[in-house]
């Protein structure tokens, strides 16, 4: 029906007719969007390089593991009545031509074939008669108790 004034047309709903879409008002922004931060990236470590120790620095390594394993054989040698151990330098110099020579050849005998004796008497020292070996061990007391729980 017509609105006979000249104001408004209206129909009936078709109920089969789909709607019209209405658009939708996209929001305004009341301010301009920030910008977002860059995100920081994670420092990667620079990897080290482990010094290799000087001549001395391993000597001095050295000289204070010998000590020590004279120290505690000591409390053991103690224990069943025997004279102390004494430290002597060039005794150790043998000994560190020894540990160098075991790296080569692992046996009470030089790389060479000759006695483990020379060592010493190149040393200066003479003959020991022995020599007590601790390989793979890295702390004195390691090695001490290794020789103390073997047989002989």
Do not use: C
């Amino acid at each position: 029906g017509y609105n006979t004034k000249g104001w408004s047309v209206t129909t009936p709903e078709d109920p089969d007719a789909t709607p019209t879409p209405q658009p939708t008002k996209k929001p305004q922004p009341t301010e301009a969007p920030k910008p977002s931060p860059k995100p920081t990236s994670t420092p990667k470590p620079t990897p080290t390089a482990t010094p290799t120790p000087s001549p001395e620095e391993i000597a001095a390594n050295a000289e204070k593991m010998a000590k020590e394993v004279i120290r505690l054989t000591n409390i053991e040698r103690r224990k069943y009545g025997l004279t102390e151990l004494k430290y002597h330098a060039k005794l150790q110099q043998a000994a560190m031509t020894r540990a160098k020579e075991l790296e080569i050849k692992f046996a009470h005998e030089r790389p060479d074939g000759s006695d483990i004796g020379t060592a010493a008497f190149e040393a200066g020292v003479g003959n020991p008669g022995g020599e007590n070996i601790g390989a793979g061990f890295t702390k004195p007391e390691a090695v001490v108790k290794a020789w103390m729980d073997s047989d002989g």
